[in-house]
């Protein structure tokens, strides 16, 4: 089998396809008056992700995520159903279940001794008891099952002491209570977003009985180790990895290769050998070959990487993908290994994709929805998720040799969103700057009038190399729900539109892709219904970046908000955990800071006049709050309207919190209402244009 074929229409397949694509119109906004949606409603949302079926294929354990709004965080409990959707049930609080290879227990993850996540194991019997099978200070990642169910391979963090650290203090008086020993930092990469510090220590990997006992660490070395796969044999583990004595030298960033270790002995072989990163290995059901995904070395800020398929002992290594310039996702092999499986997100949405072993790659899916397979029965009976503009995401279930034909299985937000009147989504394309084709999203409100003027908000995804999507957005609605037009793109650096793309804004970054966004906003003026006296702009991370480069380059925007931004990139190297930005730059900066400066939105301060917020983790190190009060002091300085949201307990982002996800939407919609003529329920109604400097 090279790949499943294109099914011809049928009434089976056509009936089924047509309810599917009836799907984004179940929670289509009726012609009857309905309530809007209320930010409240986002504390009531719950999710679905990573239903595995079992390999008999007559149940499926699935993981499901809500919101505990009382101690402000999210949680998430395994639920099992059987295949045709029936009898619903909580099985355990926890995640990412996985079936055992016979079927007759769950892997999952949940809080347990000694601290933070550990494994368990739950039999699926009458009894349904569980047992915890790692106790690490470390918790583990990544957890595999054997072949033969009996033992889990998984990645955990070991530490170990800096090889500078340590120095022999003199005796100190009886009972004096001295200050803790200093951290000493020796790695470029020494402190991680969402994390802290992370300068000692190295991920390894680990296998363990399935019945509990003492876990064997398989690998050594200070080198980190990821992607682990057993063979189909259970003899060895396929991994990633760059073991080499001078991994940790900045010209080897994008170093990677594939490795084997032996169960039985902790014996290594490498795989592959070329520069550049190679990674992901997944062997064939036969154990005969591995696929892998890599590409050469380079030195642009992004390219795609092929899919690579080479013998169980690293020879004959050839690539059949070849002509395929999208993004690869997990891959998966068919059942007669004819093939790959994989979903790829592209042009604006996530379909299903199959990788030939005899080369060549076939979409397999192509509605506008988020489709998104998590597994399949040994008969071929798959089961994922599929999102779309006014479904969060639920269950399906499918046949591999007709994916589109998918049967419903879950609805999780009717009861939240069944009653709701969402605002329309609309997609868009128009053409920018050299002849880039742009596409975009316009989420309207609901009973939307076109002879009216509505304020607008451009919203800037974060990356840059990323992608917005059709799919249901709560943010933007609930905007919409307020009575703004909500415009997001997918401006030049997003992937999903091939390597030339995303590759458009390499060493041009903020600046190059600015174009794409004005664009957007003079195709919704063109419209008639935007107010071009209400124009609004904001992002995170990389929209942050973003926009604060905007206001310091136009003044079209009655107001900004920059979250979670870098200004300036020169003191970002020193202070952010993303020292992988120098490398988006021609030259270092102490050896020419001319392009440094270019892309600096603080060197731009002094035409600032639009008025100007940053909403910011205290937290976050990806990019730092000081890159924010640079920003915010300088416009004090010049006297610009400005303020600085400094958002407790995050780290990168603002919306880790549930309760400050509610207060960005809040700040965002109050600070656009006090400098916008738009009258919504934050108005300040006296129009006093001063305070909040």
Known sequence: MTHPPTPPPHPTTTLVALAALAVAATLAPPATAQPRLALERYLEIESVSNPQISPDGSRIVYTRGRIDDVNDRRESSLWMMNADGSRKRHLVDGGGGAWSPDGTRILYTAPGDPRGSQLFVRWMDAEGLSTQITRLENGPSNPRWSPDGEW??????????????????????????????????????????????????????????????????????????????????????????????????????????????????????????RRGPDGNPVPSPDGSLIAYTGIDAHDDTYRNVRIHVMNRDGSSSRVISEGYDRQVGPMTWAPDGGG??????????????????????????????LFAMSSFSDDGVAVGTISSAHEPGDIYRFNLTHPEAVTRLTEVNADVLGDVQLGEVEEIRYESTDDFQIQGWIVKPPDFDPSRKYPLMLAIHGGPHAMYNGGFNFAFQEHAANDYVVLYTNPRGSTGYGTEFANAINHDYPGADVPDLMKGVDEMLARGYVDENNLFVYGCSGGGILTSYIVGNTDRFRAASANCPIVNWISAMGTSDAISYMRTFEKPFWEDPAEWIDRSSIFYVGNVTTPTMFLTGEMDIRTPMPQTEEMYQALQYLGVPTVMIRFQGEWHGTSRRPSNFLRTQLYLRKWFEKWGTHRGPMTDQDGDRGGLR
Request: hydrophobic letters at 35%.
């Open 340 to 369: 790959l499986y994989f979903n790829v997100s592209r042009d604006g949405y996530r379909q299903l994709h199959f990788a030939s072993l005899q080369g060549g790659v076939s979409m397999l899916t192509s509605n506008d929805w």
């Open 152 to 273: 889990i391979a998984f990645t955990s963090r070991v530490d170990d002491r800096a090889d500078f650290a340590g120095v022999s203090l003199p005796d100190r008086p009886a009972g004096a209570q001295w200050e803790r020993e200093p951290k000493v930092v020796e790695r470029a990469a020494y402190k991680r977003d969402g994390t802290g510090y992370v300068d000692t220590g190295w991920t390894h990997i680990f296998v363990v009985p399935a019945a509990g006992g003492t876990p064997r660490q398989l690998t050594g070395g200070d080198w980190n180790h990821s992607g682990v796969q057993w063979s189909p044999d259970g003899s060895e583990i396929y991994f990633t990895s760059f073991r080499d004595a001078d991994a940790h030298r900045p010209e080897h960033w994008q170093e990677s290769e594939i490795y084997a270790v032996s169960v039985a002995d902790g014996e290594i072989r490498q795989l592959t050998g």
